[in-house]
């Protein structure tokens, strides 16, 4: 019985390994490696790729979301929407910036931030709101840049999950006023490494953006503002454009994927992920709710099937945020109870994806 694995990033390699080789040969021989000719052109490629005004390279997604948020203006004393559910870092960045968080819950049948939860959380210091792709599928856009636009708020969408996702006919990096993305290696585009960008439409953002990157400085040796040190490096931007040029397809892979799990699954007590209309999702994880996880992990792990767990425990359950293990928050608490990711991704054919469909009907 083949082993079919949740990630394989080491398979990204081996299918183009004589590009990667190439790659990394021009840089090494290039004899720089910091700001120069590869991060310019993927920044320029993945600008074009999203249809973003500006892209900027970063160190990490999470820096990517601090980023804006200082370029922003969000410090001290201001409050932030940011969802109940969803990878810490993006709670993170915000208490890096001194600013406070407020949960909001999401559409349980999505997963994204509930818009018609905004009005309620809406306090006098709200000063933006961080909705999530969560899973590679865009949160509800429309009814979110309403609100804040009613409410002069700075909307920072947190992409991290969703390179080449559509809401609306727009493409994820051209939604809200700016875009976090992660090159984590795991991701829908990610690096052999760590990297990030930060995509807007927006002229003064961007230029904070890079400057505050810079060490606060847009002429070198000049820091007129504080800033912090965070480079997506040469390295790392001359693989990501060799898998530019593939994220369409292996999104196109991971959505043939997810079509066979939801149409094979459609009959069993699952509850399968809800795509929105007039959405595309990339699929960056295919989550499922189940009373007993436990049992079907052990279930698929028994027949060579790995699964994972997005996310085990709610940030405001984490220790590095006691000070709001007090607050309720139903939905998000119910669906880190009974949420399980399936395997999905390029590394994976369709024979795989059947396969694990009748593994999981075998357990109900
Ligand atoms: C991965 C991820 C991040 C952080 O990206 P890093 O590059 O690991 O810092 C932020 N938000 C979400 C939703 C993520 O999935």
């Given at each position: 019985?083949?082993?079919?694995?949740?990630?394989?990033?080491?398979?990204?390699?081996?299918?183009?390994?004589p590009?990667?080789?190439?790659?990394?040969?021009?840089?090494?021989?290039?004899?720089?490696?910091?700001?120069?000719?590869?991060?310019?052109?993927f920044?320029?490629e993945?600008?074009?790729?999203?249809?973003?005004?500006?892209?900027?390279?970063?160190?990490n997604?999470?820096?990517?979301?601090?980023?804006?948020?200082?370029?922003?203006?969000?410090?001290?004393?201001?409050?932030?929407?940011?969802?109940?559910?969803?990878?810490i870092?993006?709670?993170?960045a915000?208490?890096?910036?001194?600013?406070?968080?407020?949960?909001?819950?999401?559409?349980e049948?999505?997963?994204?931030?509930?818009?018609?939860?905004?009005?309620?959380?809406?306090?006098?210091?709200?000063?933006?709101?961080?909705?999530?792709?969560?899973?590679?599928q865009?949160?509800?856009?429309?009814p979110?840049m309403?609100?804040?636009?009613?409410?002069?708020?700075?909307?920072?969408?947190?992409?991290?999950?969703a390179?080449?996702?559509?809401?609306?006919?727009?493409?994820?990096?051209?939604?809200?006023?700016?875009?976090?993305?992660?090159?984590?290696?795991?991701?829908?585009?990610?690096?052999?490494?760590?990297?990030?960008a930060?995509?807007?439409?927006?002229?003064?953002?961007?230029?904070?953006?890079?400057?505050?990157?810079n060490?606060?400085?847009?002429v070198?040796?000049?820091h007129?503002?504080?800033?912090?040190?965070?480079?997506?490096?040469?390295?790392?931007?001359?693989?990501?454009r060799?898998?530019l040029?593939?994220?369409?397809?292996?999104?196109?892979?991971?959505?043939?994927i997810?079509?066979?799990?939801?149409?094979?699954?459609?009959?069993?007590?699952?509850?399968?992920?809800?795509?929105i209309?007039?959405?595309?999702?990339?699929?960056?994880?295919?989550?499922?709710?189940?009373?007993?996880?436990?049992?079907?992990i052990?279930?698929?792990?028994?027949?060579?099937?790995?699964?994972?767990i997005?996310?085990?425990?709610?940030?405001?359950?984490?220790?590095?945020?006691?000070?709001?293990?007090?607050?309720?928050?139903?939905?998000?608490?119910a669906?880190?109870?009974?949420?399980?990711?399936?395997p999905i991704?390029?590394?994976?054919?369709?024979?795989?994806?059947?396969?694990?469909?009748?593994?999981?009907?075998d357990f109900f």
């Amino acid at each position: 019985m083949k082993q079919i694995r949740f990630l394989d990033v080491g398979w990204t390699y081996q299918t183009l390994a004589p590009k990667m080789d190439a790659a990394a040969k021009r840089v090494l021989e290039s004899g720089w490696f910091i700001h120069g000719k590869e991060v310019e052109a993927f920044e320029k490629e993945f600008a074009l790729y999203t249809g973003a005004k500006h892209c900027i390279g970063t160190g990490n997604g999470l820096d990517s979301l601090e980023l804006v948020l200082r370029a922003a203006g969000v410090g001290h004393g201001d409050d932030v929407l940011v969802p109940s559910n969803t990878f810490i870092a993006t709670w993170l960045a915000v208490t890096r910036t001194g600013a406070n968080i407020i949960p909001v819950e999401p559409v349980e049948s999505t997963y994204t931030m509930d818009p018609d939860k905004l009005e309620a959380a809406l306090t006098p210091k709200t000063k933006a709101i961080i909705p999530v792709h969560l899973y590679g599928q865009p949160a509800d856009m429309d009814p979110i840049m309403e609100f804040a636009e009613k409410h002069s708020l700075f909307v920072l969408t947190d992409a991290a999950q969703a390179h080449g996702a559509v809401y609306k006919g727009k493409m994820s990096g051209t939604l809200g006023h700016a875009a976090a993305f992660s090159f984590y290696p795991g991701k829908n585009l990610g690096a052999f490494g760590d990297g990030g960008a930060v995509t807007t439409m927006d002229d003064t953002i961007a230029e904070n953006v890079r400057k505050i990157a810079n060490y606060g400085a847009t002429v070198k040796y000049e820091h007129d503002s504080l800033g912090f040190n965070s480079r997506l490096d040469e390295m790392q931007a001359a693989f990501l454009r060799v898998k530019l040029d593939k994220l369409d397809n292996w999104n196109w892979t991971r959505k043939t994927i997810a079509r066979i799990y939801l149409d094979g699954l459609a009959d069993t007590p699952l509850v399968l992920p809800v795509v929105i209309e007039q959405t595309q999702s990339v699929w960056h994880l295919f989550v499922v709710r189940c009373k007993d996880r436990d049992g079907l992990i052990k279930h698929l792990a028994d027949h060579k099937i790995e699964t994972s767990i997005h996310y085990p425990k709610a940030p405001h359950k984490q220790g590095a945020y006691k000070n709001m293990a007090g607050i309720s928050l139903p939905i998000s608490e119910a669906i880190h109870r009974e949420v399980l990711s399936l395997p999905i991704g390029p590394h994976m054919d369709e024979d795989d994806a059947r396969r694990v469909v009748e593994v999981v009907k075998d357990f109900f």
